[in-house]
């Protein structure tokens, strides 16, 4: 506990850089210690053929019978130095003053019941290896040579080994480090980047990226290109709402200076004329209407999306009627056509009374700027890609300077200033369209006027 404690303390290049050389000592000494083993397992092997090759050459040579020492000087060092034959009975003529050890199991070799087999042995203080092997005759033949080359080479290996091993979780540490510290680099800009927005409150900043950096598709630059997307994505969601704070107190300025002034006027309703107070009275009145339509449309425009509990089916050709009938009754000096029947009962998930107030928005805006007279035309339409509702007026049309603007917060074009509105009814339009996965356009009609077209990418029947 104490440990990961104290590794979690450590900045996140350091641990890295820590279980990364870890990682690589333990498979290094892993490797070193098998090569050890291999390589101590191949020098016996060496010396034990080299003790087999002399045995077998003894034993040709051998007469039968003979028994006792063959060799007796144990000096050499590569060769086998001592040598002798052994009978199974111990008490046979030849078996005093043997030089290598007897053991039980070299009689059992004598006597044939024991297969030959290779044994360490210390003899005047020197390690050897020694060699058994059963011959004819009730006999067993013993070759030993010294040791001390292979204990030497063993040793010798071990200690390369250790040095190679230990150079190589040195070098495997600093790699770790400068692998870490080049593959967090862009962490470590972005930590720095969310510190410096932290501190200033500016979303203007962005993770600096070299160009060999940014070529890259690793994890890490990925997620500071994402990140700098977010950081895009939140300046212009903050810029956004400075511009309609800016824009609503702008908009709200000059109706709440004639609220005032109205208001001080009436309170000295004494000096006025009965006349003058109703103008006073009904101007007070319109522009309150005036003033809570505008902050019921910024709460409108505030909403994100749509509450998903309100969602359901809607019969968008339904819905289109009642919004027409009721567009008839808010302007009777416009006319108003609806070619609803061409696409049969279909139905788009949407939440009706927001769906209706986005074409309640469209109506009045085409009736808003069509002549006395112009007729106003609804229509919906299957395409290829979904079902298009489109309304349609005949008046002066959009410029071509104003339709990038149409559905922008309080944007009202040079034929629009004189009229009544807000500015707010397109955008709050466009705002409901996509809530329901739906996109709205503005475009000049072929013959003259604008046609707004409500696009929904899918229907399902109804």
Same mark, same amino acid.
């Given at each position: 506990m104490l440990r990961a404690r104290l590794l979690g303390r450590r900045p996140l290049r350091a641990r890295l850089a820590l279980v990364t050389s870890a990682a690589v000592?333990?498979?290094? #000494?892993?490797?070193?210690?098998? +090569?050890?083993?291999?390589?101590?397992?191949?020098?016996?092997?060496?010396?034990? #053929?080299?003790?087999?090759?002399? +045995?077998?050459i003894m034993a040709q040579q051998s007469h039968g019978g003979t028994t006792g020492v063959l060799y007796g000087e144990c000096n050499w060092l590569a060769a086998p130095a001592c040598a002798q034959i052994v009978r199974s009975d111990p008490a046979a003529p030849g078996q005093g003053g043997l030089v290598l050890p007897v053991t039980g199991a070299t009689r059992r070799v004598a006597a044939g019941t024991l297969g030959e087999f290779y044994s360490n042995i210390t003899l005047g203080g020197r390690d050897m290896r020694m060699y058994t092997m059963h011959l004819r005759d009730d006999r067993a033949l013993q070759v030993a040579a010294r040791s001390d080359t292979v204990d030497q080479g063993v040793r010798q290996a071990g200690l390369l080994l250790a040095g190679v091993g230990g150079a190589g979780v040195l070098l495997a540490a600093a790699l770790g480090y400068f692998a870490s510290r080049t593959s967090l680099r862009p962490v470590t800009r972005l930590t720095a980047t969310a510190e410096r927005i932290a501190a200033t409150r500016d979303p203007a900043h962005r993770i600096e990226l070299p160009p060999y950096e940014a070529r890259r598709q690793d994890e890490i630059t990925r997620l500071a290109t994402s990140f700098n997307t977010m950081l895009g994505e939140l300046e212009e969601a903050v810029a956004a709402q400075r511009r309609l704070i800016a824009d609503a107190s702008h908009e709200l300025r000059t109706p709440l200076t004639a609220l005032r002034t109205n208001a001080e006027l009436l309170a000295r309703a004494d000096r006025l004329s009965p006349a003058q107070r109703d103008r006073a009275s009904a101007a007070l009145g319109r522009q309150l209407r005036e003033v809570t339509g505008l902050v019921n449309d910024l709460i409108e425009l505030a909403r994100d999306e749509e509450p998903q509990q309100l969602v359901e089916q809607v019969r968008l050709d339904l819905l289109a009627e009642r919004c027409v009938a009721a567009a008839r009754g808010h302007w009777p000096n416009t006319p108003f056509t609806a070619d609803l029947d061409t696409v049969g009962a279909v139905t788009v998930p949407g939440v009706p009374a927001r769906l209706a107030r986005l074409l309640s928005n469209l109506l009045d805006n085409a009736a808003k700027f069509s002549p006395p007279g112009a007729m106003v035309e609804v229509r919906l339409a299957r395409t290829d890609h979904g079902l298009d509702l489109t309304v349609r007026d005949h008046g002066p049309g959009i410029s071509t300077e104003d339709l990038p603007y149409v559905f922008d917060r309080f944007y009202r074009s040079r034929q629009a200033r004189a009229l009544p509105g807000s500015g707010l009814g397109l955008a709050m339009a466009r705002q409901i369209a996509r809530a329901h996965g739906a996109e709205l356009t503005a475009e000049q009609a072929e013959t003259g006027g604008a046609r707004f077209r409500l696009s929904f990418p899918t229907g399902s029947p109804g």
């Open positions: 000592a333990l498979v290094a #000494l892993g490797v070193l210690a098998a +090569a050890y083993v291999v390589i101590r397992y191949e020098l016996v092997r060496q010396l034990d #053929l080299q003790l087999k090759q002399q +045995a077998g």
